[in-house]
């Protein structure tokens, strides 16, 4: 059974940083197309950023500079770090993946390109 389950979010004040984790269980993240995306209150689901299969990344120009997604092979896990964060970040944010690596169908950052989700963790930045 394919599973996403998404830790680390928090509190921070706004400058500050947070790593997301999204362990993976019954698929490989190497291979797959792993995923974060946000929700903030009354507002759509956005993509964040990704890491496809060949490790080639895509960022939303929001979190450019900011935000780095990455992989850990042996904990078969997705991170995003995440550096000089500002309320405009806060957010409920999710882990998703496709597991054939290919996450290009609608766009890399299109929530109809992934198709397994996490549960989400809150972050929140204040001023």
């Known amino acids: 059974q394919v599973n996403l389950v998404e830790s680390g979010g928090g509190s921070v004040q706004a400058g500050g940083s947070l790593r997301l984790s999204c362990k993976a269980s019954g698929f490989s993240i190497t291979s797959a197309c792993g995923a974060w995306f946000r929700q903030a209150p009354g507002k759509e689901r956005e993509g964040v950023a990704i890491?496809?299969?060949?490790?080639?990344?895509t960022y939303a120009d929001s979190v450019k500079g900011r935000f780095t997604v990455s992989k850990d092979y042996a904990e078969n896990t997705l991170y995003l770090e995440m550096t000089s964060l500002k309320p405009e970040d806060t957010a409920m944010y999710y882990c998703a993946a496709e597991e054939d690596g290919y996450c290009y169908t609608f766009g890399p950052l299109d929530q109809r390109s992934h198709h397994t989700w996490g549960q989400g963790t809150q972050v929140t930045v204040s001023s």
């Open positions: 890491m496809d299969g060949d490790g080639d990344t």
